[in-house]
Nanobody
Framework: QVQLVESGGGLVQPGESLRLACAAS????????MGWYRQAPGKQRELVAT???????DYADSVKDRFTISRDTAKDTLFLQMDSPKPEDTAVYYC?????????WGQGTEVTVSS
């Protein structure tokens, strides 16, 4: 069993940077594909950023060049650096871990971008 706990959400103004963190209950980063998803009110959950199976990164077009996914393998922590956030980035952000048929979700952390 894997537990994922997100933190770092909150209310920010447009353009104000924010960093989300996801702590894993055990060292899974080398064997699980880790990523961030989000779900805005009234919308479906969507992929924001992810590490690929070969260690590269992939981003949704809407956040490319503004958000950065990174990880600290020694601390079992995944990050999402959100630069230049926009009101349309308002959503609950979820950490996700996947390996074959197994997948795990965090409880989510809410991000509101508003002036």
């Amino acid at each position: 069993q894997v537990q994922l706990v997100e933190s770092g959400g909150g209310l920010v103004q447009p353009g104000e940077s924010l960093r989300l963190a996801c702590a894993a209950s055990r060292n899974i980063f080398r064997i699980y594909i880790m990523g961030w998803y989000r779900q805005a009110p009234g919308k479906q959950r969507e992929l924001v950023a992810t590490f690929t199976s070969d260690g590269d990164t992939d981003y949704a077009d809407s956040v490319k060049d503004r958000f950065t996914i990174s990880r600290d393998t020694a601390k079992d922590t995944l990050f999402l650096q959100m630069d230049s956030p926009k009101p349309e980035d308002t959503a609950v952000y979820y950490c996700h871990a996947e390996r074959g048929p197994a997948e795990y979700w965090g409880q989510g952390t809410e991000v509101t971008v508003s002036s």
